[in-house]
Every structure is written in C-alpha cells, then in structure tokens.
C-alpha cells in the first residue's frame, strides 16, 4: 500500500517532470503547425544545410520519428527550412533547406545553423515529416528561452528543442 507522503510527492512531481519535458511523448501527437508562405518542393536530400562561409552558428538537432505506439519509423522523411543568417528565406534556390530519411532505428540527424529571427516570428525551423505511405505533418520547432516566443502568436511550449547547449537541440517526433 503507498503511504500519503509518497502519493503527495508524486502528485507534487508531476507538474515539475511535464514541464521539464514539454515536447509530445509517446501517446501524444506532435502538434501541426503552419508551414507558412516558403515551403518549396524537391529539396535536395542532404544532412548538412549548412552554407559555404557561413559566420552564423552552427547547430545539430537529433532525435527520432516515433509511433504513438514509441516505435521508431524506419524511413520516415523529414524536409526542414529556415532563415538564413540575416532572418531571410531564400525563395529562388534551396538554401537552409533539405531533406532526409530516418535510419533503422527512426533516428534523424540535421546539422545547420541557429537561424536569424524572421521578421515578426520568433526563431524557429520549419519542418514536414512524413511515415512511409503516411500523412505528413507539418509543424515548427522552437529554441527556449528566447525573448520572441511570447510574442509570436503561433508559439508552442510542446514544440520547444532540447538544448543543453547552444550548438546541441534534440526533439522527438510522434507520427500516426
């Protein structure tokens, strides 16, 4: 039998550990977003959207493409885009854009830059991801704690990157 204590200090817990962990967890589905007026089809497949001579700081955000179910999809695409350095799309080539595959393990890997902030946006990366003969989801992750977020009507606390560093961001993404 569990003592009152211990139940208090796991109801106690409880909000902490959501908040500690705001982005979907298995079970949840990751939420849509808009893909806003720059998405571009026929992206070139590629891990490194990172441009030649770049000053900007770079950035690697990791993570899996999961089922509802925390299985990892094999084979899931996810297409990313965003500002370049100066908080521009680049609306005639394909610049800060590109797609990939997950491996075996749903696994994912984007290596690029922290975007400039959009005009009106917070900073932020658009993304679609896409199960093998599944629907896509579109959405956008965020960075914490930056000054923008409150301010930017389609800001999410569920779509906010791990970070434990300003070079390192990590999501999960869970897909029908």
Known sequence: MISRRRLLATVIALPLSRLAHAQPTCGEMTPRETEGPFFKTNTPQRITLIEPGSKAPKLVVSGQVLTVNCRPIKGAMLDFWHADEEGDYDNRGYRYRGHQFTDADGRYRLETIVPAVYPGRTRHIHVKVQPPGGRVL????????????????????????????????????VVA
């Open 138 to 173: 579109t959405t956008q992750l965020y960075f914490p704690n930056q000054p923008g977020n409150k301010r930017d009507g389609l800001f999410r606390d569920d779509l906010v990157m791990r970070m434990p560093d300003r070079s390192r961001g990590a999501f999960d993404f």
